[in-house]
């Protein structure tokens, strides 16, 4: 296993390496800022995605460029919400969603995987397996970040589906250190997921 994961990265630039590793390490750090509602979580995942969508236009593989470059946006978007009136807890609870919200969660999953797929056919790529695939994670976890801007529980639901999708098609791609990295946000996740529904739990309790 670890012959495969060095062998893609036998011809790669060691700036690019570099870069990869940097992403890798601020995208755990985000991760792990989100599961403590800490608004760390943006400035260190836009560092992450805005090196992403590079990384990922150089490889060719466009619908991981479009996701991350939305997930920069909404970094910017997240970050402003959280931040607004005050102390986090103060400002922004942790919640569930509600009917509405959950329709635009299916709808924005919808919208991108129709984006990436019309982008893909505008652009004249040739369209593989795993392009479908990325289309749909893509979707997972763009309808994943808006929940997460709104603290909404379910964000972590999703991230935990997109992760384990992501995961094996990081690895077939050759993206060593992405598929790991996914492999420990996917722990870090269903960690968060569990730290959350306690903090729901416990002002259900209260109320």
């Given at each position: 296993m670890i012959d495969f994961f060095l062998e893609s990265y036998k011809n790669v630039p060691?700036?690019?390496?570099a870069l990869e590793f940097l992403v890798f390490v601020c995208g755990i750090l985000s991760v792990w800022f989100a599961k403590?509602?800490?608004?760390?979580?943006?400035?260190?995942?836009?560092?992450?995605?805005?090196?992403?969508?590079?990384?990922?236009?150089?490889?060719?593989y466009i619908g991981d460029m479009i996701i991350n470059g939305y997930f920069s946006v909404m970094s910017i978007y997240g970050w402003y919400v959280w931040a607004k009136g005050g102390t986090v807890e103060d400002n922004l609870p942790i919640t569930r969603t509600n009917f509405n919200e959950k329709i635009i969660g299916v709808i924005l999953f919808f919208v991108t995987v129709f984006v990436v797929f019309g982008i893909y056919k505008y652009f004249d790529y040739e369209i593989k397996n795993d392009n479908y695939v990325d289309m749909i994670s893509s979707g997972i976890f763009f309808s994943g970040m808006w929940y997460m801007a709104r603290k909404k529980i379910e964000n972590w639901t999703l991230w935990i589906i997109g992760d384990i999708i992501v995961v094996p098609l990081y690895a077939y791609r050759g993206l060593g250190m992405l598929s790991l990295q996914y492999l420990i946000f996917t722990i870090l996740a269903i960690s968060a997921y569990l730290e959350w529904r306690k903090i729901l739990d416990s002002k259900k309790q209260l109320s």
């Open positions: 060691q700036w690019h390496i403590k509602e800490n608004i760390w979580v943006y400035p260190t995942g836009l560092i992450a995605t805005v090196i992403s969508v590079y990384l990922l236009y150089i490889a060719g």
